[in-house]
């Protein structure tokens, strides 16, 4: 899997970021792991900085200057490995809501089943989350249902932030026209792909909600995803 990287936005998460590194090293030891941090106050750089030499030029940092967004983190990611030469990228969170073991999963899918792009999907099997409060649940599941009926996806869980895509498949795409940045990306992400004919899959995950640090979402990611769907979809027609 040396041809795999993933990619793990971070900002204050500090509490989380070394033993997710030391998880997915654990398993995968022939993988890449990208951290792209937001200059976090919690001095999240500083401790990937401290693990790098352990990890024989398979740890990668970009730090930015400021918080400046989950979906221009990812970009930055995407870039860089193209840039490199990967053939498959991985997004996934920093804070054990995906499960390093299914990587591999996720990766299988896209090679052996030859899909453009496989998501860890909390919906495809009943509800698969863990932790999260009734009303997350709620909020998520809805907003899943919401997104398939305005954009005609049949993708059970397209908020997911746990995905492998093919360097070819993201290749297609004119990623300067990407423009949500927060959840929202995921779902522009997969729509684009989708309006491109690439060949999207879901597997069962179970979700667990962190144990450490802070959520990111807020009322303005909410809106921003609520409003940017109906955007997307007008948009579309005359693209």
Not at 91 to 105: E, G, K, Q, T, V
Not at 113 to 135: A, F, H, M, T
Not at 195 to 210: A, G, M, N, Q, Y
């Amino acid at each position: 899997m040396n041809e795999v990287l993933v990619i793990i936005p971070t900002y204050n998460e500090g509490e989380n970021i070394v033993k997710i590194i030391e998880s997915i090293f654990t398993i995968h030891q022939d993988i890449n792991v990208l951290v792209v941090d937001d200059n976090s106050p919690d001095g999240t750089s500083s401790k990937v900085k401290e693990v790098i030499p352990n990890y024989q030029n398979k740890l990668h940092l970009i730090t930015r200057d400021s918080k400046m967004g989950l979906g221009t983190a990812y970009l930055k990611g995407f870039s860089w490995a193209i840039n490199k030469n990967f053939e498959y990228i991985i997004s996934m969170d920093a804070d054990f809501s995906h499960n390093p073991s299914d990587i591999l999963r996720l990766y299988n899918s896209c090679v052996d089943e030859k899909n453009d792009v496989c998501i860890g999907s909390r919906y495809i099997k009943g509800i698969n989350v863990v932790n999260w409060p009734l009303q997350r649940i709620i909020l998520s599941y809805f907003a899943s249902l919401y997104v398939r009926l305005i954009t005609g996806m049949r993708i059970m869980d397209p908020t997911s932030g746990f995905v492998c895509y093919s360097v070819k498949s993201l290749q297609n795409l004119n990623l300067s026209e990407i423009k949500f940045n927060g959840y929202a990306f995921q779902i522009e992400m997969k729509f684009k792909l989708f309006l491109k004919k690439s060949v999207l899959t879901e597997i069962p995950i179970i979700f667990t909600d962190r144990k450490f640090g802070k959520s990111k979402l807020n009322g303005s990611i909410i809106g921003e995803a609520v409003f940017g769907v109906i955007s997307m979809k007008l948009k579309s027609f005359f693209s």
